[in-house]
């Protein structure tokens, strides 16, 4: 009973650096999604991945990139970390667009100093 | 753009009262409307979900119904437990989008 898995769940950087959010979902989901939480904002799309092959812009797409490695598998990168970037982190997939169930991972918190 | 304002919080509660969260939406067109739930340390998980008008969601004891005419879809609860302390969001998608819009979160502590 996996469902979603993130990695890592904490993580500290600083600003300048570069890391990788590794997601992977074991439901057969065809789409992919990658939000940030922030206090008093609720969820932010960043990006999503409809299906497998295919990445696009959410709400709030500036500073990362995101690539679907396969239909299990969808990562987001941050290239040069801002302190602005400091949010927690989550991963989600589902079966069809988001009026299908949408399941999420446990987040990573990531700090930029 | 859709959009989703829920009430503040954080609303702190005794065993067994009343809950009600109010949440109203903008939208085009005809929206999913939807209630996540976040326990502590975890992600968000589906509450419950209404698809069209005057559809009632419902789990755990919890409902909602989609009013398309005050365009709301307030969250209630009879009797609420400490194991409902939790943030509860409100989202919305539309017919094919792959995109949830969520509101800010209100923060419900339950006391036993």
């Known amino acids: 009973n996996a469902g979603v898995t993130q990695t890592p769940k904490f993580q500290v950087l600083k600003t300048g650096q570069s890391m990788t959010l590794q997601c992977a979902q074991d439901m057969n989901h065809n789409s992919m999604y990658w939000y940030r939480q922030d206090p008093g904002m609720g969820l932010r799309l960043i990006y999503y991945?409809?299906?497998?092959?295919?990445?696009d812009k959410g709400e709030v797409p500036n500073g990362y990139n995101v690539s679907r490695l396969n239909k299990r598998e969808f990562s987001l990168r941050l290239e040069s970390a801002a302190p602005s970037q400091t949010s927690v982190y989550f991963c989600?997939?589902?079966?069809?667009?988001?009026?299908?169930?949408?399941?999420f991972g446990q987040g990573t918190r990531l700090t930029v100093v | 753009g859709d959009s989703v304002t829920q009430m503040e919080g954080p609303v702190t509660l005794s065993e067994e009262a009343f809950l009600t969260i109010n949440c109203t939406y903008t939208a085009t067109g005809y929206p999913s409307l939807f209630w996540y739930v976040q326990y502590p340390g975890e992600g968000l998980q589906l509450l419950l979900k209404?698809?069209?008008?005057?559809d009632k969601g419902s789990n755990k004891g919890f409902e909602a119904t989609y009013r398309k005419e005050t365009t709301s879809f307030h969250l209630e609860k009879g009797s609420v437990q400490v194991s409902d302390s939790a943030v509860y969001f409100c989202a919305l998608s539309g017919p094919n989008d792959y995109k949830l819009s969520f509101g800010a979160g209100t923060t419900v502590t339950v006391r036993a």
């Open positions: 989600a997939s589902s079966y069809g667009p988001a009026n299908t169930e949408a399941f």
């Open positions: 209404a698809t069209k008008a005057d």
């Open positions: 991945s409809a299906s497998e092959g295919t990445t």
